[in-house]
Every structure is written in structure tokens, then in C-alpha cells.
């Protein structure tokens, strides 16, 4: 039990990534918060609890600095202290620079960049205030590494994710927290729920090892980083894509 | 046991990393086979792995020949049965300015960290297509990322491994077979001992200035993130670089 005694909070914990984490988490003996906008948050955690397992939801938009603070004070009433923090939450839209609304774009940076910033910035604080040090996981992508040529918005954030986490890996280290990123390829989760046979099957060309991802398989990279395994760990990025960004 | 029923091949398992994820290995329930230019030091591995109720297979190995290659992977599989892991980990470290630094070094140097790397791919992974398993770590290092005075020949080397690793990752990805690179920043080794002898500095000066961490790494941390690739954990891993540095890169 690798988890044993710690607290983490993972944004976006009610479904794909993030919800295969909050269950790895769990299942390792972590207490897990899960913050989502969506109310799915409380049928995982009454399952987990159910289970004899610790979870506690909380209704979180992470693009909103007061419900950002909120949230990770709820943990610390509900559980003394925060450790591990998973920056996850995300969307995915396609739209050419060209003809891409400004608003889309603005929504895009305010939850996969904006939203990372902000659930950093809480749990950092609250790190620097107990003086555990602790571990930061931050979902990047490929796209923090290449482009394709429909997702400049995506890809803006998911870049700006990359630097935010080297920038704040390297500004705390001394104070032993750990802050790395984790890039996944194309995973098999409800962001391509809607996706047609032929957009999948595109999207499976693009990794060399000729499938999708699993959450699972990111979640286990997660516990990783998060991990005291990962202590000499910082400032980096674990991808974990099927060979993608290695072509 | 993140590795039961595994069998493993660890390269320069003597000492230092590689004797770390020797160590390691066994306890996560691999059978290991540890090979080293000094067989003495690699015997003494094994004894300590037996002495914790693991099992491991010494041999002495020149990693840079061929032949020796062949002679290891015969003894592991007729020792084993199969390989599931190899850890391309053996290899040496040259600081030396570029006008300096001879021919005779250079193909040396080539030999041990690069050519090692190359027949080792070549003779093990077929053991691994066989059962379309197996997963690959080969040792680079930030050296292989990044530039540093008086490292063109280790840098080239390590530069090398890192971008081999990708090409073969490639070759077999659909087949099974995993292939990752770490790169290690400075990690408390006889090379950090060389490091701060030849730059004039103590170890604890040489951790605080090359990494934001403040320290030089231990060699069990490396041995944390080589058994998480070498594991099923890592499944959706191929072709990545993972780099362990304190954060030294980032900056």
C-alpha cells in the first residue's frame, strides 16, 4: 500500500483519466478527493467508500480561483492535510486557428492551463504550510511535445502545461516538492466517446504500437510520479503514448 | 512482487545502478541474470540476491563483444528458460576536452556505451519476440540531452543510446516489445566521485549546483524508475526518455 496515510485530491476524478486514478489512489490506500463539475463525483466516491476505500467528492470548476481555494480547503477540514495533488481536469475541442471563436479558445486555456495553474497554486500553498513537501502530477499531453494541425487551442494549453510544470518543479524543489507532468497519447475515455469509427481509427494510425491508450495505463504512471519511487523526480515529463512523439 | 516469474538481464550489475536494480529486481520476485566486466563484483551481487532468498546467475560479460553477448543469452534462457527485461545499464564515464581526446578513446568509449547497447537489442530481443513480450531500458543519461564542456565523447555516446532507443522502439512496437531510455543526471556513483574530482568539487557542492533539488540522486531512486518501466505498469510506454535529475533539465 504505496499510498498509505496520504491525501490526494484529483481534478477531474469523476470520469476517464481522472476517475482511474481516484480508484488506483484509493485501492493503494490513499484518501482521494475528487473534484468535478460534474456530480458523477458522488456515485464514484459512495462506491469506493462502499468498498471499505476513502473517498470524499467536491463540487469544483477549476477555472474559478474561489471554488479552486474552497476545494482544497474542504480537504484539508476533511482530511487534516493535502500530499498529492493531480492537476487532470481537461476538455478536448478541434477548431483551426482561422475560424476558432475567440471564446473557444478562451474556455480551452481557462480549463487545461488556467486550471492547472490555479489547482497548483492552492495545493503548493497548502504544502508550503504543513512543510511535508509533497508530490504535484500535472495532466500534460503529446501535445505538450507536437502539434496536429486541428487542435492550436489544445495544444496552446497543453504546451503552457509543460513549462508551468518545469517552472514550478524547479521554484519548489528545495522545499521537496516534486511537480512533474504526465503526456498521454490518445486514451480510450469519454473525450472520444463521440468520435466516429474513422476519426478512432485515425487517431489509432498515430501510435506506433497500434492502439489507444487505457486510463488505467496512465493512472499507474500517476501513482508513479506521485510516489516516494519518484523522489529524485522533478521539473519532467513522463509520456506515456504508444510510441507516438518517438516516430 | 511487481515482477514475478520475470526473468531479467542486467548489464554492469556489479555496482553501483546496476547492482541497485539487481537488488531490486529479485526482491520484486524477477529471477535475475547479472553480468559485469568484474567478475568478482557481479558474484558478489549475486550472493547478496541469494542471501535474500532471490535467484540470480553471475557472469562475467564484455559487454562491447559480441560473442559475449551470444554466450549470455544462451546461459540466461538455458538458465531461465526466456527473457522478459533487459537493463542496458553498463557503461563508463570519459570528461575530457575535445583536443585531448584520441581516437583511441573515442572507439573505447563507443565500444562500451554504445555498441554494448546496440548487440544487446540485437541478441535479447528475439528471445522477447518470441513470447511478443518484453521491455527494454537502455542507460543514457542528461548528457544525451543536453550540452556539456569536455563531454563530446561521453555525450555523443549517451546521445546516441537515447536516440537508438526511439529507432528500435519503433522496429517493434507492434510486436510487444518495449524500448524506453533513462537519463540520470548526476547520481551518487563512483562517476560522481569522478565528476567532482575532475571539476575540483565536493560531492554535496556538485549536487546543490547541478540540480534544483540541491543533491545528487541515489542510485535506489534509479533503480525505483528502471522497475516501474520494466514492470506491465508501463505497458503504454515506448520509445520515451525519462529523465531523473532533480530538476536540473527543466531549467
Same mark, same amino acid.
Given at each position: 500500500m504505496r499510498f498509505q496515510d496520504k491525501v490526494a485530491v484529483v481534478t477531474g476524478g469523476a470520469s476517464g483519466i481522472g476517475?482511474?486514478?481516484?480508484?488506483?489512489?484509493?485501492?493503494?490506500?490513499a484518501k482521494v478527493v475528487i473534484a468535478d463539475f460534474s456530480e458523477r463525483g458522488t456515485e464514484v466516491a459512495e462506491e469506493l467508500n462502499k468498498q471499505g476505500l476513502d473517498a470524499y467528492f467536491v463540487k469544483t470548476d477549476v477555472t474559478n480561483e474561489d471554488s479552486v481555494k474552497a476545494m482544497v480547503d474542504a480537504t484539508v477540514e476533511k482530511y487534516g492535510k493535502l500530499d498529492i495533488m493531480f492537476a487532470n481536469?481537461?476538455?478536448?475541442?478541434?477548431?483551426?486557428?482561422?475560424?476558432?471563436?475567440?471564446?473557444?479558445w478562451q474556455r480551452m486555456i481557462d480549463i487545461n492551463l488556467t486550471g492547472v495553474f490555479l489547482s497548483d497554486k492552492y495545493a503548493i500553498a497548502q504544502m508550503l504550510k504543513q512543510g511535508t513537501g509533497g508530490a504535484i502530477v500535472n495532466c500534460g499531453s503529446i501535445h505538450s511535445h507536437v502539434a496536429r494541425n486541428t487542435i492550436p487551442a489544445y495544444a496552446a494549453a497543453k504546451g503552457g502545461v509543460k513549462l508551468l510544470t518545469?517552472?514550478?518543479?524547479?521554484?519548489?524543489a528545495q522545499q521537496n516538492i516534486r511537480v512533474n507532468a504526465i503526456c498521454p497519447g490518445y486514451i480510450d475515455t469519454p473525450l472520444l466517446k463521440d468520435a466516429s469509427d474513422e476519426a478512432r481509427n485515425y487517431l489509432v494510425s498515430l501510435h506506433?504500437?497500434?492502439?489507444?491508450?487505457?486510463?488505467?495505463?496512465?493512472?499507474?504512471?500517476?501513482?508513479?510520479?506521485?510516489?516516494?519511487?519518484?523522489?529524485?523526480?522533478?521539473?519532467?515529463t513522463l509520456t506515456v503514448d504508444g510510441g507516438y512523439t518517438a516516430q | 512482487m511487481r515482477l514475478e516469474g520475470k526473468v531479467a538481464v542486467i548489464t554492469g550489475a556489479g555496482t553501483g545502478i546496476g547492482k541497485s536494480t539487481a537488488l531490486r529486481f529479485a526482491k520484486e520476485g524477477a529471477k535475475v541474470v547479472i553480468t559485469d566486466i568484474n567478475e568478482a563484483s557481479v558474484r558478489q551481487t549475486a550472493d547478496e540476491i541469494v542471501q535474500l532468498g532471490g535467484e540470480a546467475l553471475a557472469l562475467r560479460h564484455d559487454v562491447g563483444s559480441e560473442d559475449n553477448w551470444v554466450q549470455? $543469452?544462451?546461459?540466461? $534462457?538455458?538458465?531461465?528458460?526466456?527473457?522478459?527485461?533487459?537493463?542496458?545499464?553498463?557503461g563508463i564515464y570519459v570528461i575530457k576536452p575535445l583536443f585531448d581526446t584520441t581516437v583511441e578513446d573515442w572507439n573505447r568509449l563507443m565500444n562500451i556505451n554504445v555498441t554494448s547497447v546496440f548487440l544487446g537489442m540485437k541478441h535479447v530481443i528475439p528471445v522477447m519476440l518470441k513470447q511478443q513480450r518484453g521491455s527494454v531500458i537502455n542507460a543514457s543519461s542528461i548528457a544525451g540531452i543536453g550540452g556539456s564542456p569536455n563531454h563530446v565523447l561521453y555525450g555523443a555516446s549517451k546521445g546516441a543510446v537515447r536516440t537508438m532507443t526511439k529507432d528500435v522502439a519503433m522496429e517493434f512496437a507492434t510486436q510487444g516489445v518495449r524500448v524506453n531510455s533513462i537519463h540520470p543526471g548526476y547520481i551518487n556513483t563512483a562517476m560522481?566521485?569522478?565528476?567532482?574530482?575532475?571539476?575540483?568539487?565536493?560531492k554535496e557542492a556538485l549536487g546543490q549546483a547541478v540540480s534544483p533539488l540541491g543533491r545528487v540522486?541515489?542510485?535506489?531512486?534509479?533503480?525505483?524508475? $528502471?522497475?516501474?518501466?520494466?514492470?506491465?505498469?508501463?505497458?503504454?510506454?515506448?520509445?520515451?526518455e525519462m529523465v531523473i535529475d532533480g530538476g536540473a533539465m527543466a531549467r
Open positions: 476517475e482511474a486514478t481516484v480508484r488506483a489512489f484509493a485501492a493503494e490506500g481536469a481537461g476538455i478536448g475541442a478541434e477548431g483551426q486557428s482561422h475560424e476558432l471563436e475567440l471564446k473557444d518545469q517552472s514550478n518543479g524547479i521554484a519548489y506506433p504500437m497500434g492502439r489507444l491508450g487505457k486510463a488505467e495505463e496512465i493512472a499507474k504512471s500517476v501513482l508513479f510520479l506521485a510516489s516516494d519511487d519518484a523522489s529524485f523526480v522533478t521539473g519532467t | 549470455v $543469452v544462451e546461459e540466461a $534462457v538455458k538458465t531461465y528458460g526466456t527473457i522478459d527485461v533487459l537493463f542496458n545499464n553498463a560522481v566521485d569522478y565528476a567532482a574530482a575532475t571539476t575540483h568539487r565536493d540522486g541515489n542510485v535506489d531512486e534509479v533503480s525505483n524508475l $528502471v522497475l516501474f518501466l520494466a514492470s506491465d505498469e508501463s505497458s503504454y510506454m515506448t520509445g520515451t
